[in-house]
């Protein structure tokens, strides 16, 4: 099993979980045209789309996801947006565990300024995957798990130089503050939960203004002695069971 990147920021997050059988979609916020080339025009493959919430950037491809018979899993928050009435959009609740084949999937709630969801996936060719985006808390606590994949938007030093350099509003700054997460929330989230199973952890959704890929890559490894990957485009790493 591997994870390819397609995209991950404010401009677009898109994620592909794939075997030689299977590809499972994580967001669909870039365009479908570039999806669609990134799995060689061939959609044979493809076993669904979990969409976390109604962003655009997290959202944008979901009418022509629907219009060539892709099926989205998300929340009821994500298909009243959606404006369209569709048998391949197919409503998930929190807590409410359910499969896409061979994929075993538990959403959970996660802390934004929309309803959103996070994502705990289990496949037996990579073990468990946990998926947390735009969230500036999440309450669960998880163990078991073999692969990470958290926000890491902004740091809060940076932010708070930025605001005093006049290079980002102060509303912006109060707005990432209550709703993504920072590299200090994700230095607690990882405090707090089990890792002694996990082989990697990758960062996803980096500010471009607020952030420094060297210096979160850096502190994420050396809290947890584990390979950090900073999520950019073309990205692909094997998901290995342990």
Do not use: W
Not at 34 to 53: A, M, P, T, W, Y
Not at 122 to 136: A, C, E, N, P, V
């Amino acid at each position: 099993m591997k994870l390819k990147v397609l995209g991950s920021s404010s401009s677009g997050n898109c994620y592909l979980i794939q075997n030689k059988s299977e590809t499972l979609i994580l967001e669909c916020g870039i365009k479908y045209k570039d999806i669609l080339k990134e799995l060689d025009f061939n959609l044979s493959n493809v076993i669904g789309c979990l969409v976390s919430h109604s962003h655009k950037d997290h959202s944008k491809s979901i009418k022509e996801f629907i219009k060539y018979a892709i099926d989205i899993y998300t929340s009821s928050d994500v298909i009243n947006n959606c404006t369209v009435n569709s048998n391949y959009l197919h409503k998930i609740s929190p807590l409410e565990q359910f499969n896409i084949k061979d994929f075993t999937i538990l959403p959970f709630n996660a802390e934004h300024d929309v309803p959103n969801l996070g994502f705990l996936i289990q496949h037996k060719d990579m073990g468990k995957l946990l998926f947390i985006t735009d969230s500036y808390y999440c309450k669960y606590k998880f163990s078991g798990l073999n692969h990470i994949m958290i926000e890491c938007n902004y740091s809060e030093n940076i932010l708070d130089e930025n605001v005093e350099n006049g290079l980002i509003h102060p509303v912006l700054a109060n707005r990432l503050l209550k709703s993504h997460f920072s590299l200090e929330n994700v230095k607690e989230f990882l405090k707090a939960n089990d890792l002694s199973k996990v082989r990697d952890i990758t960062l996803i959704h980096l500010s471009s203004t607020n952030s420094d890929y060297n210096l979160f890559k850096k502190e994420i490894e050396r809290l947890t002695g584990l390979p950090v990957y900073i999520a950019q485009k073309n990205l692909e790493i094997e998901l290995l069971q342990n």
